[in-house]
């Protein structure tokens, strides 16, 4: 099978999807994680993503595309693969359908995560992440036993460059502009299940579980 997760910025859809990856034995594959892994290497990738992620505007099509299709090829894709943050335009959406369809293969279900603004917001403030293992904490929903220290490897916890009030401001306008349109193509296409992103991780994990179950094909 092959999953997209849906949602705006602070959704929880790589919370989500990490959940999933254990649950599922899918692999998890993030653009925004792969991007900001090209700029900590200092590739030619991650010097040209970099001013896209620091004013939270999307990384031409072209670039994303490319990227993203060369890591679903890898052989550990085999078993299907969780897109997070992927596609996020109708063109990224059309291109991943042809690449799919290239192998008789095809997206089976698009969760889309519901969560209010104010959450959304305090999600990506308040988010902080492991330099070293890329675990994510919160300071208001799930903190760290000791602050900026990693519960799991003890890693430093760093805060992202685009989670901050004035971008998150921006990538949600973004995400309406240009991500939310692939909610009607996704709809009409009769794959889309549409999760509440509030409440307890394992409860929200428990729903996506539950709609994935429902789209498995027979
Ligand atoms: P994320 O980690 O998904 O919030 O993505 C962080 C940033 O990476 C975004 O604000 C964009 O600058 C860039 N990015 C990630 N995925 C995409 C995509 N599918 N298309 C364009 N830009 C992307």
């Not at 685009?162 to 991500?179: F, G, K, M, P």
Request: proline share 4%; hydrophobic share 40%.
């Amino acid at each position: 099978m092959n999953i997209i997760l849906l949602g705006s910025p602070g959704a929880g859809k790589g919370t989500q999807a990490t959940e999933l990856e254990a649950a599922t034995g899918m692999k998890h594959i993030a653009s925004g994680d792969m991007f900001r892994a090209a700029v900590r290497e200092g590739t030619p990738l991650g010097k040209l993503a970099q001013s896209y992620l620091d004013k939270g505007e999307l990384v031409p099509d072209d670039v994303v595309i490319g990227m993203v299709l060369e890591r679903v090829r890898q052989p550990d894709c085999e078993n299907g693969v969780i897109f997070d943050g992927f596609p996020r335009t109708p063109q990224q959406a059309e291109a991943l359908q042809a690449a799919l369809a290239e192998h008789n293969d095809a997206i089976n279900a698009v969760l889309l995560l519901h969560v209010d603004k104010d959450v959304l917001i305090q999600r990506v403030i308040g988010r902080w992440t492991c330099r070293k293992c890329q675990a994510v904490y919160n300071t208001y929903f799930r903190a760290p036993k000791v602050e900026g220290v990693c519960d799991l490897c003890e890693g430093d916890l760093y805060q992202r460059s685009d989670d901050n009030l004035e971008t998150i401001n921006h990538r949600l306008d973004v995400y309406e502009a240009q991500t939310s349109p692939l909610i009607a193509h996704y709809r009409t296409q009769g794959i889309l299940h549409e999760i509440n992103g509030l409440g307890d991780i394992d409860d929200i994990t428990a729903r996506m579980v539950q709609a994935i179950e429902s789209a498995k094909p027979c």
